[in-house]
């Protein structure tokens, strides 16, 4: 080890078997570096420069007078102890300096600001640098910019545990650093700057035993192959706990890893806990198994091994969702742009265990689907005579939509069809409350029935009947379990070839029917006919604007690009009565119908001109018969829907 001897200020070596000696005790300078120019170098001292025009000569005879009073031979100073030159010795010096700092006689922090400032209000306690000059060291003087000596670490310690928000027992020594949580201990790096990007990362190996090389140039990078090192001797979940709401960041996802100590600005009291099976990275993917429940479509709250000492009784969760590749996640906020939560470890949560792939670099945007439906048609039996009210569990964009902030907000929203005319109840649906939700597995799912109390245990009619003025209602909804023997007929429903669906349930009776319908969520409804309740039901992914051109320009406040917005689409209509083959053949006759109507004029002249004027009468018999059986029936066109944006839980 390179030293100054404190009385010739010349360099003399050490092996480092030797340091432990009486006569090779050494102090170690702690300091806020000046400008280059100003302080002296390791080429200065070895070709004897004159140092009369150097600012920082005079910090460093007081730095060697000091260390003489403490009965110290040598002195150490990074500015010239350190051939900066040499990228092998830079780097070894670097790895080890947490370590000689340790091992110092005592450590001697010269404050220049002060007594201009207040011993606490010093920059020395903003710089990187100076949070492991802090810490490892047993002895440590404070001086201020006459070499007055201000006071010791120990006597202090009250007032640098507040200034810092460093343990009193890890500033004693009474407690290891290693004691303390990955995220306490980059708390307490949050707020410090220092002046290479690298140097953040660099800066904090010793506090975590770490030892990589120093690639000057590669910024940001340095701090993420902190983090990929500490995993690799660690399982400590803490080290994902970051908060993506630090100051300057506004992107919508990112990798599992913090992109700078800042990330840990309020981590101070998250502590880990036992259970942690580990981690491993492979191909740029972290790979964690952790316990999950439902936040939004295709996105999960996970649950980390460790909690909040303000909140023992709450374990730490965070958000991840799913990219364009089945199994691979980002790191996203929840919907109120929080990245970060706190779960009652209590509460009655149905969880599950998955593995988690975490894309560490290159990432992906998540796929973006709104949580909730669009009602693009809502045209049941009847639904000409009758009045339709949505309830949105949440506020709604737009008339037709239906939304909910989070999975456990309660499902999605209802839909009433009241008949404006009960005496007039024939040929009405069968199907007045339709539910619409997602299961654990974000699957649409949907409930059709005839009495709003298999829906809810509140009554809804109020909500329904105070239509816009039902803003803050609060309805609890409840899946009905009553477990009657089903009384449909296996064949009451009808699939188009390749359609998929999870599930069919029959409840009830024929007069009182309670159908829960749940739909694959990778393949979506193309069509369900539901002959004995002459629906017609269509459930789709689609892109939430018409066109997915201009899609590549979306971006979030951060500038990452975005996935096209997509959102279920559904369609149920009344088929009339009619077997799917019977309801095509209409379709085909109106088809029909419409490409002739604009040829019938000519040729109804032509006839006229053949016939003479007594073949008008049939000819105009004919087109009536036409027109009465082929023309499309009336009120085809969309609904009218009354809305509402009742708060359903």
Known sequence: MRFLNTRTLQFEQVPDSELDLDQNH????????????????????????????????????GFCEVALLEGCRYGWVDT?????????????????????????????????????????ESVWFDRGWTLQELISPRSLAFYDHDWNHVGTKTKLVDDLASRTGIPKRVLTHASKPSAYSVAQRMSWAAKRVTTRIEDRAYSLMGLFDIHMPMIYGEREKAFLRLQQQIIQKSKDESIFAWNMNFPDNRGTYSS??????????????????????????????????????????????????????CFPDRSICIYVARTDYEGEYVRVRNNSYSSL????????????????????????????????????????????????????????????????????DGYTGVVNVEPKDRSASHGWSKIQWIKFGFDQEFNPVIWLTNKHKKLMQSNLEEAVARGSDSKNHRAIMTIHED????????????????????????????????????????????????????????????????????????????????????????DITDTGGMSPEERDREK????????????LG??????????????????????????????????????SIATSTAGLR
Not at 273 to 279: C, D, E, V, Y
Not at 358 to 369: A, E, N, T
Not at 588 to 599: C, K
Request: hydrophobic letters at 35%; charged letters at 25%; a neutral charge.
């Open 602 to 639: 000519p040729l109804m002249l032509m006839l006229m001109m053949l016939l003479g004027t007594g073949a008008v009468y049939l000819i105009k018999f004919i087109v009536k018969s036409a027109d009465n059986t082929f023309r499309p029936k009336p009120g085809d066109g969309q609904l």
């Open 26 to 61: 050494y102090a170690i300078l702690s300091h806020r570096w000046s400008a280059d120019d100003d302080e002296v170098s390791f080429e200065d001292i070895r070709q004897f420069r004159d140092l009369s025009n150097k600012k920082g000569l005079s910090k460093l005879k």
């Open 483 to 570: 477990r009657e023997t089903p009384y449909w007929p296996r064949d009451a429903t009808n699939l188009e070839d390749g359609a998929r669906i999870k599930q069919i349930e029959w409840r009830g009776k024929r007069k009182d029917p309670d159908l829960k319908i749940t739909i694959d969520r990778e393949t979506g409804l193309e069509r369900l006919i539901i002959k004995e309740l002459n629906l017609d039901v269509s459930v789709q992914l689609q892109y939430q604007h018409s066109e997915r051109e201009g899609s590549g320009d979306i971006t979030d406040f951060g500038g990452l690009p975005l996935d096209t917005p997509k959102i279920w689409v559904v």
């Open 341 to 408: 939560d706190r779960v009652l470890l209590s509460y009655p949560i149905k969880v599950q265990e998955r593995e988690i792939c975490l894309l560490v670099d290159m990432l992906k945007p998540p796929l973006s689907i709104y949580h909730g439906f669009r009602l693009r048609t809502l045209r049941p039996p009847g639904y000409d005579l009758s009045k339709v009210t949505i309830l949105s569990n949440t506020q709604i964009p737009q008339a037709d939509h239906i939304h909910q902030n989070d999975f456990y």
């Open 588 to 599: 085909t006759a109106e088809i029909r119908w419409a490409i002739s109507a604009p040829f």
């Open 80 to 120: 010239c102890c350190i051939n900066k030159g040499d990228l092998s010795e830079l780097s070894e010096a670097i790895n080890s300096m947490y370590r000689w700092y340790q091992g110092s006689q005592i450590c001697i922090a010269y404050l220049e600001d002060v007594p201009e400032r207040r011993l606490t």
């Open 256 to 309: 599992p890893f913090a992109p700078s100590p800042l990330a840990f600005f309020d981590c101070s009291q998250i502590i880990q806990k036992p259970g942690s099976r580990g981690f491993s990275e492979v191909n740029g993917e972290l790979s964690i198994r952790l316990k999950t429940f439902p936040h939004s479509p295709e996105s999960y709250c996970a649950i980390l091994h460790c909690v909040d000492n």
